[in-house]
């Protein structure tokens, strides 16, 4: 989903057997662009993967919000989490808006040395490093899975006007390449996800749920706004794609740990469940390791942690439609999810 704001939902979802082509995955300011609310436009692409013969994981984002700088607070973000046997590392770059560059036409984006390079639709090369020269990354993410669109201009917020879409261009990739983290090269061959977020919202008025796991042959994907209306979960097995509305799911925190140093708490286990009346979703996320990420937006304005988390999966998926290839498919293994929270900004 990170996004360091909004990993999004959908109250009407798309089909995901519609067509997506490069250009859905480029940079979308042009298309939004009025003069009404263009000081809010938000914009981001992320990247995972996780490699569990090493151990090693790792979330990239690319993020840029009020590309013109018309409220005097736009700017250019990268975040990178990385977690690895010798610990975690996090970093949270900003930058000018006049940092950030981006194409129309493919996933071509710059901020300042950090880049997204489409060198084809389904092959993509990411690379970056953090300011202080801890984290670097040369990373080429290869699309297994076929992408969908899971919002569309969708209501977000509390206004009239806020609206974001959403697209999971990569629900599984093969990621193979480097990462540096103090020193040590880690060689990675994982698998891995992208997507992609844009709009016009602000961000502090929307809290979310975002979970994602792939194996081969399967993936799922939740985005949940809480204490909203809005949210869709999707399951594509064997190539056949199945989403559930939010009426169709439920998601509950089964246990919760404290952010001592934001005064938070945040989930550590998660039931979540499904039925759309032909295809039935059980699974449960168990928390293996938590690092908060901070928007830092300057005082009075309300900030938003992000708490990037990667988890165990284990589930049972069963199809009971008459026309179903399969009937049950247990799945396990390990993935990734985001809980947020509000809080106030530092004066």
């Keep these: 989903m990170v996004a360091l704001l ?17 250009s859905d995955d480029a ?31 790792a979330i990239v984002s690319y993020f840029v919000t009020d590309p013109q700088n018309l409220t005097g607070f736009g700017q250019s973000q990268v975040a990178a989490v990385v977690y690895t046997p010798a610990g975690t590392i996090r970093e949270l770059d900003s930058y000018p808006a006049t940092a950030f560059s981006a194409s ?3 996933a071509s984006v710059q901020i300042a040395g950090n880049s997204v390079a489409s060198l084809t639709a389904g092959t993509y090369h990411i690379l970056g490093q953090s300011s202080d020269n801890r984290l670097q990354w040369d990373l080429l993410y290869l699309r297994q899975s076929a992408p969908w669109f899971a919002a569309d201009r969708m209501p977000v917020g509390d206004l009239s006007w806020e609206s974001m879409s959403w697209l999971v261009y990569m629900p599984r990739a093969t990621v193979v ?13 994982a698998p891995g996800y992208h997507d992609h977020n844009w709009g016009e919202w ?17 993936v799922f994907d939740l ?16 190539g056949e794609r199945t989403t559930f509305a939010k009426n169709q799911y439920s998601l509950i925190h089964t246990k919760w740990a404290l952010d001592a140093e934001n005064q938070k708490w945040y989930p550590i286990e998660s039931v979540f469940s499904a039925n759309n009346g032909s295809v039935k979703l059980v699974l449960s996320m168990h928390v293996l390791n938590t690092e908060p990420l901070r928007g830092n937006l300057p005082f009075p304005f309300p900030d938003v942690i992000i708490y990037e988390q990667t988890a165990t999966y284990q589930g049972l998926v069963v199809n009971s439609s008459n026309n179903a290839r399969v009937l049950s498919f247990p799945f396990q293994g390990f993935g990734f999810k985001e809980y947020t929270a509000k809080t106030r900004s530092n004066p």
């Design 6 to 22: 909004l990993l999004s939902v959908s109250p009407g979802l798309v089909s995901g057997a519609q067509d997506v082509s490069a």
């Design 27 to 57: 940079y979308h300011y042009g298309t939004w662009e009025n003069g009404e609310h263009d000081g809010n436009y938000t914009e981001w692409w992320y990247f995972n993967f996780y490699d569990s013969k090493q151990n090693v994981e």
């Design 104 to 106: 129309s036409d493919r």
């Design 177 to 189: 390449g480097r990462v540096l983290v103090d020193g040590q090269t880690y060689v990675v061959n």
């Design 202 to 218: 602000i961000f502090s008025n929307a809290m979310w749920n975002w979970a994602q796991y792939s194996q081969p042959g399967f």
């Design 223 to 238: 985005g949940d706004f809480i204490g909203g209306s809005a949210g869709v979960a999707s399951i594509e097995l064997l």
